[in-house]
């Protein structure tokens, strides 16, 4: 018995070392940073606000199939496809894809149904909820119709600009042009939306055009795309990156040396930060690491 009493004294050291350490890193865990000036309290009170405040609206909010969430918003879909010429079948897909059917927390608390960000030039609610990093901050719609509608303007950027210049049935096109142009990191990104498309035949809510159609749709979407070049770009790329993954400008700095630097290309500086154009200036913060 003393034997094993003895024997037994080195797994009751490692036992409390254990709980020691468990405690030490429960601690740690629980004093998660601070982002965007927001604590886990202030974006727990906020977000319990938002759903005050949408009570009547989460209290019916249906549970979406995908074929119900296809058939509630085919038609806004199809809307903003007539007026801009983005696939509605890529918008459909999309949505289904960034909300989970309809069902994820952002669709229902905040109407947001393709995980669009606050921008430092958002004046409207904001709903918080970790994703890039802890407590990122997402737009809060009126309705799932206004999510739609920002969707489109979200791609009225110079990055998107050749997207607009395809077919508005070409959803390979779409699909496999929004990786290219930096709107999602996942490489399996194209064959996924395409997957989703043919999975529930979105493609025949798509409707091709003619010349003149096109020719008009694209004069008039591509200079609203153009009349935002050279605007400073507002968004929360750089406010809400992580410190280790920002660069700010200094003299002599250019894009060109910055992305030799950090083993980038210029394109892929640019679309990091959502650049429209070469231009920096000193002080400036931008992104410098995927």
């Not at 996942?186 to 529930?200: E, H, T």
């Amino acid at each position: 018995m003393i034997n094993a009493r003895y024997s037994c004294a080195p797994a009751i050291r490692i036992a409390v070392c254990i709980s020691i350490s468990l405690v030490f890193l429960y601690g740690c865990s629980a004093r998660k940073k601070i982002t965007n000036g927001i604590s886990n309290h202030q974006a727990e009170q906020n977000n319990k606000n938002i759903q005050k405040a949408n009570s009547k609206a989460v209290a019916n909010y249906p549970t979406y199939t995908a074929l119900s969430y296809i058939e509630r918003f085919k038609t806004i879909a199809i809307e903003e496809m007539n007026k801009y010429g983005i696939p509605a079948s890529i918008t459909l897909a999309q949505g289904l894809f960034e909300s989970g059917n309809g069902n994820g927390d952002l669709a229902k608390f905040a109407n947001n149904h393709f995980g669009i960000k606050c921008t430092t030039d958002w004046k409207g609610k904001s709903y918080y909820k970790d994703d890039d990093i802890v407590n990122d901050c997402f737009r809060v719609y009126d309705n799932p119709e206004d999510s739609y509608r920002d969707h489109s303007d979200f791609l009225k950027r110079k990055r998107y600009a050749p997207l607009f210049e395809l077919d508005k049935n070409d959803y390979e096109g779409w699909a496999n042009g929004l990786k290219k142009a930096g709107y999602a990191t996942n490489p399996n990104y194209p064959q996924l939306i395409i997957g989703i498309i043919k999975k529930y035949n979105l493609d025949q809510y798509d409707r091709p055009e003619g010349e003149r159609q096109k020719i008009k749709r694209e004069d008039r979407v591509l200079t609203q795309i153009n009349s935002n070049i050279g605007l400073a770009v507002k968004d929360s790329l750089v406010q809400t990156t992580p410190a280790n993954k920002l660069y700010t400008i200094k003299q002599g700095d250019t894009l060109y040396n910055i992305s030799r630097r950090f083993g980038l290309t210029i394109d892929e500086l640019k679309a990091l930060n959502n650049m429209a154009d070469n231009n920096i200036k000193i002080g400036q913060q931008i992104i410098i690491a995927k």
